[in-house]
């Protein structure tokens, strides 16, 4: 898997786990161990996946207020 790929699949690792999806269902839905989202989450409490995942929110922002507007 590339560095971006990985990093976008990280992204949606967090927030499924911020939706209060259960670990399982996150680690099924990606193809990885319920350690790797633990990992994933640890990293991205840490810093290295959390601005990466603030700028896709920030993206998404634009976006919806664009449609709106």
Known sequence: MRQKERSERNI??????MRQ???KE?????????????RIMSDWREGSVKKETE???EAV???????RG
């Not at 949606?12 to 786990?17: E, I, K, Q, T």
């Not at 996150?26 to 633990?38: D, L």
């Open 55 to 57: 700028l896709a929110v």
């Open 21 to 23: 999806v259960p670990r």
């Open 26 to 38: 996150v680690a099924e839905a990606f193809g990885i161990t319920e350690r790797q989202v633990r």
């Open 61 to 67: 922002d634009k976006a919806l207020k664009e449609i």
């Open 12 to 17: 949606r690792v967090v927030l499924m786990s």
